[in-house]
């Protein structure tokens, strides 16, 4: 038997289609069909050779979710469940070690320094290669945290919920936003769309989304945001209107999900004293900005909260968020392809014409 695959082989070239091998499963193996991979932003830095992590050749894709097709020994569910073949399924992308210093003591997988993540940085040279969501079928190891999910929803509104949604319910965790609370989010892509509805779920009194694209903008506006086109001001404009929000403070919190380092530049200034600064948008280096520790961080007595990744918990709220609202959220999938326009799918997102794009026919 044999899985197509859409492999990286060499930075800022075209995937290749390639047929790898189904070997046969180890004990703890979870033999997985896909039926949706995201395309997340990651993977288009990745395929650019721009994230250190990268190793080659790599089947992309680290948001997926399936049907279960095959099980090596009894697995079960995080919920409990034993997996059975034809179980639809969704998983943690990534596997700590759970023996390091941050795995036992911390409580913070995220933080493992050996923690493995499929489509990122298992490389498809390592054995059982089936280790990305660009293909047909995914080899899960041991390990790996596996959730059940409604056989009825559309597997391409929930795969994000496995990065995207995850991401935001950490950083909600380290830094949430109070009932009453005033939130800024920078960023109308994936990460800001989530982060406008966990924020509106947790009580914020008012939530304000700054971007540049008006379709993405517009979906944002549909979870409940107030929305500022940042192409139609200035950034001394926008903070004048967010201290006109606030009687003059600043956000309360202000989330940056953009992965752009003057993001940061303009987030510090909108944030009031005493309030908090959450970055989760930067998923690979980028460069570096000026900044005025007294003025904008130490003198505000802010908070500056930084979030890498998540672990399953976060995963499992942001599904159960996206399965209290599916219909809202099937909004944010605007482009779907087949496995055979992987590259097409990545050149879209490349270009930023599309809001998630999803690959949900193999």
């Known amino acids: 038997m044999k899985s197509r695959a859409a492999v990286l082989t060499a930075f800022n070239q075209p995937l290749q289609l390639q047929e790898l091998e189904v070997p046969a499963l180890k004990p703890g193996q979870v033999l997985v069909k896909l039926l949706a991979a995201g395309v997340c932003g990651s993977d288009v830095h990745m395929q650019q050779g721009e994230d250190p992590r990268t190793p080659l050749p790599l089947i992309l894709g680290h948001e997926g979710i399936g049907e279960v097709a095959a099980v090596a020994g009894e697995i079960y569910s995080a919920q409990g469940a034993l997996l059975r073949e034809g ?4 998983w943690n992308r990534g596997i700590a070690c759970g023996r390091c210093y941050y795995c036992v003591v911390l409580k913070e ?29 995914i080899i899960l190891r ?12 559309d597997p391409a509104v929930l795969v994000s919920a496995s990065c995207s949604g995850a991401t935001v319910a950490h950083g909600f965790d380290l830094a949430p936003p109070q009932p009453g609370d005033t939130v ?55 903070r004048e209107l967010i201290l006109e929000l606030t009687g003059g403070r600043g956000a309360d919190l202000v989330v940056e999900a953009a992965g752009y380092p003057d993001a940061l530049r303009e987030g510090l200034d909108l944030v009031r004293p005493g309030g908090t600064y959450l970055s989760l948008g930067f998923a690979q280096p980028v460069g ?33 968020l996206v399965l209290s609202a599916p219909d809202l959220f099937q909004k944010m999938v605007t482009h779907r392809f087949s496995l ?13 014409k599309a809001l998630k794009a999803v690959i949900d026919r193999f």
């Open 288 to 320: 570096t900005i000026p900044l005025d520790p007294y003025l904008q961080i130490v003198k505000k007595n802010i908070r500056l909260q930084g979030v890498w990744v998540s672990d399953s918990s976060h995963l499992y709220r942001a599904l159960q």
């Open 184 to 238: 800024v989010v920078q960023g109308p892509g994936p990460l800001g769309v989530y982060a406008v509805a966990f924020t509106r779920r947790l009580g914020a009194a008012r939530v304000v989304v700054i971007g540049g694209s008006e379709e993405r903008l517009s979906v944002c506006a549909s979870f409940g945001a107030v929305t500022l086109n940042r192409r139609q001001g200035s950034a001394a404009e926008r």
């Open 87 to 90: 179980d639809r399924i969704l």
């Open 142 to 153: 041991p390990g790996t945290d596996i959730f059940t999910v409604d056989a009825q929803a």
């Open 109 to 137: 997988p995220s933080l493992c320094a050996d923690r493995k993540t499929y489509g990122i940085n298992l490389s498809a040279g390592e054995k059982p290669c089936l280790n990305g969501c660009y293909s047909e079928y």
């Open 340 to 352: 055979l326009q992987a590259n097409e799918a990545l050149e879209t997102m490349a270009a930023r």
